[in-house]
């Protein structure tokens, strides 16, 4: 996670094992890859052989963070559903693609078409769960995460899902429990799923000011999956956090290598910038929103990142606030919520920025740029309140 984009595990609910794979074999992806293709090539009119080999190529994509492979799995979904018109094995891979792609209320609308033919699916859910949070629905998410319990006690996507819930409502605690328990349950051989699980509690850690312990999570996260895009990213957070302010630069450098996305390539620029490296900051700055404005108006964007770009590098305040209040329209989830907060904050219009930061915190998230930016909210509201109305007689 990117702690705001929610893949988790599904994959284990379907995938056979596989053998242990030292850091130079092909990752558990790749194998799936391999071996889907060989069963396409054998068998080219079985259209669950090319929904088995979209899945395995939607899974490289969140190992490498390249959404090339997306392009591929869709090209296998549309083999597959060409051979067997609606059949479910691909529309269930479908869903994964959407969510991947952040198409989150489409990928919510062919979830609940498939719940209804399938409502005891707990993939299903697990896909219900993850649009609805995207989107904000968070009493939808919490009632599709616990018919993933009840149907399947234990299960791991559904723990997962159940940790990121509790963490939106600030028991972060009760969230570590969880991510641990799907950590113990997940086979050895799924080290993307475990270095994934390991990467997440290391964000818990850190919210919950446990660095020791966000230090060596990541720590066995690298060795179980070298060069995690995820991982590096946490990492560097870690680094900030312990005022190492260089070497979270570092890591930010090699996380953008890895997965050169707008959003990664934004935070590097606040990196350059806290480091002081003013002329690379303001070109990186650059290279950011010309990537950010080019997929603008798409689901997979960076508009939140282009939207504090705007508040608080750029000077822009009235290209930040049009920028949320169309991100807004699509989506009201607690970081979408708390940007347009921001934004409208930026731009003088106080009681109004306090009320979206309130809507923000209302489930009762901890994100500490969400409780700063309230902060800084409540503030200048209470300088802005007549002092009548502060201290009534």
């Known amino acids: 996670m990117n702690p705001q984009v929610l893949l988790l595990s599904l994959a284990l609910l379907t995938a056979p094992p596989i053998a242990q794979a030292e ?14 293709r060989t069963a396409v090539n054998k068998h080219p009119q079985r259209y669950v052989a090319h929904a088995q080999l979209a899945m395995a190529l939607a899974q490289r994509a969140r190992e490498t963070a390249d959404t090339a492979y997306y392009t591929q799995a869709e090209t296998a ?5 060409t051979l067997s018109p609606g059949n479910l094995e691909a529309r269930r891979v479908q869903v994964w693609v959407m969510l991947g792609k952040h198409e989150f209320a489409a990928a919510l609308k062919a979830a609940q078409a498939l719940n209804q033919e399938m409502p005891d699916d707990v993939q299903v859910y697990g896909y219900l769960t993850d649009a609805n949070i995207e989107l904000g629905h968070y009493a939808e998410a919490e009632k599709a995460a616990q018919w993933m319990l ?3 006690p234990g299960n791991i996507p559904g723990l997962t899902r159940a940790a990121y819930l509790r963490e939106l409502y600030g028991d972060i605690s009760g969230s570590l429990d969880l991510m641990q328990q799907a950590y113990q349950r997940t086979p050895s051989s799924e080290h993307e799923d475990r270095a994934w699980l390991l990467t997440h509690m290391a964000h818990l850690y850190l919210l919950d000011k446990q660095l020791p312990h966000a230090d060596a999570a990541l720590d066995e996260a690298l060795r179980a999956f070298p060069g995690y895009h995820y991982a590096l990213a946490q990492q560097a957070r870690v680094r900030q956090a312990q005022g190492r302010h260089a070497d979270a630069l570092a890591l930010l450098r090699q996380h953008v290598a890895a997965a050169p996305h707008p959003e990664n390539i934004f935070y590097l620029g606040e990196a350059l910038e806290q480091n ?3 002329a690379e900051a303001a070109a990186t700055f650059k290279q950011f929103e010309a990537a950010a404005r080019a997929e603008s108006a798409s689901w997979d964007n960076a508009n939140r990142e282009l939207i504090f770009y705007y508040a608080d590098h750029a000077q822009r305040p009235a290209d930040a606030l049009k920028l949320a209040q169309a991100e807004v329209a699509r989506r009201q989830d607690a970081f979408t919520l708390d940007a347009y907060a921001w934004a409208l904050y930026r731009n003088g219009q106080f009681a109004e920025a306090q009320i ?3 809507r923000a915190l209302a489930i009762g ?3 500490p740029k969400l409780l700063q930016h309230a902060d800084a909210i409540a503030l200048k509201n209470a300088a802005h309140t007549p002092r009548s109305a502060r201290h009534p007689i």
Do not use: W
């Open 365 to 367: 998230v901890r994100d």
């Open 276 to 278: 002081g490296l003013k």
């Open 356 to 358: 979206a930061s309130q």
């Open 23 to 36: 850091s130079t074999e092909p990752s558990p992806a790749e194998q799936r890859i391999a071996l889907a």
């Open 150 to 152: 009840d149907l399947r």
């Open 77 to 81: 979904l549309a083999r597959s559903l």
